[in-house]
């Protein structure tokens, strides 16, 4: 261990430990970090200045103390190089002794380690002349027991008893077991290959007697000799050749009896009948067999022979090869609704043959089988799952189009586009579509609709508005229509005349678009409905993470949502601009009066009404197609806009009027004529009072109107302004004397 130099003790209020520069791991940035934390970097400087200054005071005690030992030290090794040559000699003495002595013990290890190898090369010849005699004893043994037996054959009456011949077998394997474990030990000697057609003639002899006996003992039904066979074929080492036998003997002709083709395709329920009659080889031909072997419940742990699962390894790969030789037509995916019948029949025989098996094991086993793996190989499921997206892609394109057409009757959605999005989801997890491994694909391809739903949504927002009533709007339209983001093979369509972008874009009327929001929020509404729908069925696969699947929904519903605003500012707009297309006809009420000699307006101008039909209608024809707060927004921002043009154009009107009246009174003044009265003949209001108090007019009524449908004129943006400035006007018309 390592001598640790003692430090001079410092003052009690250092701020640090003097023993922590003495550490192997002292880090000096460690160290000012650490005490950064107690103290500031002065009062740190301060201290380990003082702590150098002490250590330079101990440093020169230490050396003055010892000073005679340093001023002596080179007098004290005079001398030493004297007395290191005396000690050379013997030294180099003992080294050549110490030598010779070690070269005699290597020679005695060597010889000791010679006389070993000799030994045990004798012994692993030894022990292969005694397992050469074990072979050769085992093989006489047997042979004689062979002899005697059918010497005993010969002379014995016909009624002896089969359970002496399993007995004698069991003798004879235990013989062959040892027989066989010292052959293989003695495996390339010569001996062994003189015996071995022995051993061949005894091995052929004892396979053909044990199937001879199995196959009497499944004839007869006998327990006991089927026991004693199993338990001889366990001893050999032989189960897989007594499980083969099995499947060879029993199943397969059951299966070939069994499974045929023509049958299946004849009868209506000739798959599910196949099946039902497979299913009962197990309770009727294999029940002997489970109870032997531990597979039935009702078998005496005592009795049994482990060691065989013959469901597993007999049964099962009979019927799987009777099924892929004798009904091939069985994995065909041409036609997806057959085979989706098919594939969920065959999945629930499968389910059924896995109860039959005895235990969780025989069921782990099952699974593992290459049979089992190959079986479920020949479902071609990608293909299955190709042929439904093409349905399902091609069928909602085609609703895609430009044509927009109404939803059939009886649908809770207005366009056929967003009936078939819902219907395409629908059938997606629908019993007669959704199969278990091809939850993540189906998974997928409801995305892919929402999302392409969302692209569709964003196209349509940018289409221009026609006038064309919905019923026109349903001819085709000769536009070229874009790429399917659902497109298995976006190449195919490549090179197919001009690109969509060259395109003009194809209208939209007024109703479509509003038919296309009311759609859009109610597909929004039902998408927790999907969630709903699709749980099920992932809980039944054993998926448990329904948070992530709810997350992603609440994903496509936020990429639909980004839709809405776009969406609700064209209606808006064209509300507003179909609005505006009657409200700018006041700048035709001058005309109206000017020199026409006309009464003193007492009603609103007819444009008024008009202006506010396509509100109306939007109240009226949609109310059960739209939500209330849905029209509210709408009816709001459209009239926000059309108020403000509106009361851009009224201002605009009044102030031309108050020009011409400002320009007539100069005009008077020049010519002071009373010609140059804008007084009509009758000498009652002027018409520039009479056009102002007609806006007034006009602007009180479509007031009153907006109150009707509902809405505050307080939440009408311009409209305080608007009425403000047409109070101005109709003040100055009724107070300004004639």
């Given at each position: ?38 103290v500031?970097?002065e ?36 001398g ?20 010779s ?24 010849k ?25 010497t ?9 008893s ?15 077991n ?7 030990q ?40 089927i ?54 080889f ?12 531990g ?8 009795d ?6 013959f ?9 799987v ?27 629930d ?5 896995e ?10 086993r ?86 392409r739903?969302?692209?569709f ?9 026609s ?52 759609d ?85 101008s007819?444009?008024v ?9 939007l ?33 605009d009107?009044?102030?031309?009027v ?5 320009s ?26 009479k ?26 943006k ?16 009724t107070?300004?004397?004639?």
């Amino acid at each position: 261990m390592e001598a640790r130099m003692n430090l001079p003790r410092g003052p009690e209020n250092l701020c640090f430990d003097k023993d922590e520069f003495m550490k192997a791991d002292f880090d000096v940035d460690h160290f000012v970090s650490d005490c950064r934390k107690r103290v500031q970097l002065e009062e740190l400087r301060e201290d380990l200045e003082l702590y150098y200054k002490l250590l330079k005071t101990a440093m020169v005690e230490l050396i003055n103390k010892d000073y005679a030992d340093f001023v002596n030290l080179s007098t004290n090794l005079v001398g030493m190089d004297k007395a290191l040559n005396q000690l050379s000699v013997p030294l180099g003495q003992l080294k050549e002794e110490v030598m010779s002595l070690k070269s005699c013990v290597s020679e005695g290890i060597q010889a000791v380690d010679d006389r070993m190898t000799k030994q045990e090369d004798i012994r692993r010849k030894k022990m292969c002349v005694l397992r050469l005699i074990h072979v050769i004893q085992s093989v006489e043994k047997i042979e004689k027991i062979l002899h005697s037996q059918g010497t005993k054959e010969l002379s014995s009456l016909e009624g002896n008893s089969p359970l002496l011949t399993g007995q004698v077998l069991e003798r004879i394997a235990t013989e062959f077991n040892q027989l066989q474990f010292h052959a293989v030990q003695s495996k390339g000697m010569p001996l062994l290959d003189k015996v071995r057609p022995r051993i061949a003639g005894i091995t052929a002899m004892l396979q053909q007697s044990l199937e001879g006996l199995l196959l009497e003992g499944l004839q007869t039904s006998n327990v006991d000799i089927i026991r004693h066979c199993l338990r001889t074929y366990a001893t050999i080492d032989k189960t897989r050749d007594a499980e083969a036998l099995v499947g060879q003997v029993l199943v397969k002709p059951y299966v070939d009896e069994v499974i045929v083709e023509q049958y299946v395709q004849s009868h209506p329920n000739g798959l599910q009948a196949m099946y039902n009659r497979l299913l009962e080889f197990v309770p009727h031909h294999c029940r002997l067999l489970r109870e032997v072997t531990g597979g039935a419940i009702s078998s005496e742990k005592a009795d049994i022979v482990p060691g065989y699962d013959f469901l597993v390894n007999s049964v099962w790969p009979e019927i799987v090869r009777g099924l892929e030789e004798q009904l091939p037509s069985l994995f065909n995916p041409g036609n997806p609704d057959v085979f989706h019948e098919k594939y969920t029949t065959s999945m629930d025989f499968v389910r059924k043959f896995e109860r039959q098996c005895g235990s969780q094991a025989s069921v782990k086993r099952l699974r593992a089988h290459p049979s089992y793996h190959s079986f479920n190989n020949k479902w071609n499921l990608p293909v299955y799952f190709q042929i439904r997206f093409r349905e399902i892609a091609g069928a909602l394109e085609e609703a895609l189009s430009d044509t927009l057409e109404e939803a059939p009757a009886g649908s809770s959605f207005c366009l056929l586009a967003t009936h078939m999005v819902w219907t395409s989801l629908l059938k997606c997890w629908s019993d007669q579509m959704f199969l278990p491994l091809l939850a993540h694909r189906l998974w997928k391809l409801s995305l892919q609709i929402l999302a392409r739903y969302s692209v569709f949504i964003g196209e349509v927002s940018a289409r221009p508005i026609s006038s064309e009533s919905t019923k026109e709007s349903k001819k085709p339209v000769p536009v070229g229509r874009k790429e399917s983001s659902l497109s298995l093979n976006p190449s195919e369509d490549q090179g197919n005349g001009s690109s969509p972008e060259s395109l003009p874009l194809s209208s939209i009327s007024s109703t479509q678009l509003i038919y296309v929001a009311a759609d859009l929020d109610k597909l929004q509404d039902r998408i927790p409905d999907i969630l709903d729908m699709i749980k099920p069925k992932l809980e039944m696969i054993g998926f448990k993470n329904i948070s992530c699947i709810a997350g992603a929904l609440e994903d496509s519903k936020t990429s639909l949502s980004a839709c809405v605003p776009t969406l609700n500012n064209r209606i808006i707009q064209d509300l507003s601009e179909s609005s505006f297309a009657y409200l700018k006809s006041a700048l035709e009420v001058p005309r109206l009066y000017r020199r026409t000699n006309k009464e003193v307006p007492t009603k609103a101008s007819p444009y008024v009404d008009s202006a506010l039909k396509p509100f109306h209608r939007l109240q009226n024809d949609y109310r059960g197609t739209l939500k209330q707060p849905m029209i509210h927004q709408w009816l709001e921002g459209a009239l926000s806009e059309s108020t403000q043009k509106y009361y851009e154009t009224v201002s605009d009107v009044l102030s031309s009027v108050k020009k011409m009246e400002e320009s007539l009174k100069r005009l008077k003044q020049a010519r002071r004529t009373a010609t140059s009265n804008p007084v009509g003949t009758n000498g009652g209001m002027s018409d520039d009072n009479k056009i102002r108090l007609q806006l007034a007019l006009d602007v009180e009524y479509f007031g009153e109107q907006v109150q009707k449908m509902g809405l505050e004129t307080s939440s009408i943006k311009s409209f305080s302004a608007l009425a403000e400035l047409v109070l101005t006007a109709k003040d100055q018309a009724t107070t300004e004397p004639s």
